[in-house]
């Protein structure tokens, strides 16, 4: 009988998943801009004039396919299993990354984006893992390990990507399979390591519907606010995710390696925060006066980053805007596992994770328009939906307490 942590096996899954996930970030909103150009027409028509919302509609597609399948993974997940539901998103990643490498058509690439936004639809169901194997007590605190998975993947997976660029003299050939191998290794991991969390299953019902549950997770009080604040954030935060690359080339006038450095930055500092200080931190402070902190943090970051140059004042803004995001997106992930039913983890995640899809459905396809009116626009824009979420957390509920016991995180028995 294989004996491994359940956080520390989760904590490796997510970070590979993310690792292979942010290997391709660096490449795809320029090479989806080539594409577009390449294409030139469709019927007479130019696409030129479109190029903007087409590379939006590119790195939507992502979300579109994680916005359908997010609730299903996740309930589906409460009653099949965790692990039986990551190795089959894991499966889907290695089929995307190994189809990217052949990208030389944009119809290819939203092929590819939309397998691998069906396998990205899998947070939900790591989220509600750490759920099950931990006390609603020390459940904010452990949320940082998924944090910390995520500030690793972003700072080795974009250096990684370019990279693997490097080597394919630009070419997605060595990205795509880069990233394939990197997918490969997770799936092999969950197979052999990965525990099934020891906890009772609900039944199977017919609460798989993506709107059906996203009116029961609303039907709750305490989650509406909670969901609407991490909607709202979340749409904001991806008018940076989807153009910063842009603002590399146009405004910055730097290269995606440069550029690359500045996300780096932003994933040691979510990464220190998250794996670490969080810890410290909730249970002086407490997850909404951590979440207020975060987003008054954030607001201004964001607003700034196109109105500052390379390169002292873009670190400052990188460290302040990992600051933010890493204090208040665990102590946010707590309270909603918190307010969810015990029998509804993976199926509360899903929709929690199904609404950020949605918000980088409507996020990237505006910025990138916006960007192409005024670069500084989508930030400012984004700045002021910030403050949406700022006040919206001065209104959050206490942390609620729940009966029933979870699997010691520190266990080390293992199911397979």
């Not at 099949?80 to 089959?88: F, K, P, Q, S, Y």
């Not at 700034?304 to 670190?315: D, E, G, R, Y």
């Amino acid at each position: 009988m294989r004996r491994i942590s359940p956080l520390t096996a989760v904590f490796l899954t997510v970070f590979f998943d993310i690792l292979s996930f942010g290997s391709v970030i660096p490449d795809v909103q320029l090479r989806a801009e080539h594409l577009v150009k390449d294409w030139g027409s469709i019927g007479g028509v130019s696409l030129i004039p479109y190029t903007g919302l087409l590379i939006g509609f590119t790195i939507a597609l992502y979300s579109i396919a994680q916005f359908a399948m997010a609730p299903y993974l996740g309930r589906l997940s409460d009653h099949a299993g965790r692990r039986r539901v990551l190795i089959i998103t894991c499966s889907l990643a290695v089929v995307s990354s190994a189809m990217y490498a052949y990208t030389s058509h944009l119809a290819i690439m939203w092929i590819s984006r939309i397998l691998l936004g069906m396998a990205g639809a899998n947070l939900g169901v790591a989220q509600a893992y750490i759920a099950d194997v931990t006390t609603p007590e020390e459940r904010s605190k452990s949320m940082g390990i998924l944090g910390l998975a995520f500030g690793l993947g972003f700072m080795f997976g974009p250096p990684f990507g370019v990279w693997l660029l490097h080597l394919g003299n630009d070419s997605p050939f060595w990205l795509g399979w880069g990233s394939a191998i990197l997918a490969a290794i997770n799936l092999l991991f969950i197979i052999f390591f990965l525990p099934e969390p020891d906890v009772q299953r609900a039944p199977p019902s017919g609460r798989t519907n993506r709107i059906e549950q996203i009116k029961v997770a609303f039907g709750t009080p305490e989650l509406r606010l909670l969901l609407t604040l991490f909607f709202v954030a979340n749409f904001a935060f991806t008018n940076l995710e989807s153009t910063y690359y842009l603002v590399g080339e146009f405004v910055y006038k730097i290269s995606k390696a440069e550029t690359t450095i500045v996300l780096v930055v932003v994933g040691i500092i979510a990464a220190v925060v998250q794996g670490g200080l969080i810890r410290m931190l909730i249970p002086k402070f407490g997850e909404r006066n951590l979440i207020k902190a975060g987003y008054i943090l954030q607001t201004p970051a964001i607003a700034a980053i196109p109105f500052v140059m390379p390169w002292w004042p873009v670190i400052l803004g990188a460290i302040v805007l990992g600051t933010g995001s890493g204090i208040s997106q665990p102590s946010l992930n707590g309270l909603i596992s918190q307010a969810a039913p015990k029998e509804m983890q993976g199926g509360v995640f899903g929709v929690t994770q199904s609404l950020g899809a949605f918000a980088r459905i409507l996020g990237p396809i505006l910025a990138n328009w916006m960007f192409q009116i005024q670069t500084w626009l989508p930030y400012i824009v984004a700045g002021v939906l910030m403050l949406g979420p700022t006040v919206m957390a001065w209104f959050l509920p206490e942390p609620k307490e729940q009966e029933g016991d979870s699997v010691d995180p520190n266990s080390t028995e293992v199911t397979s």
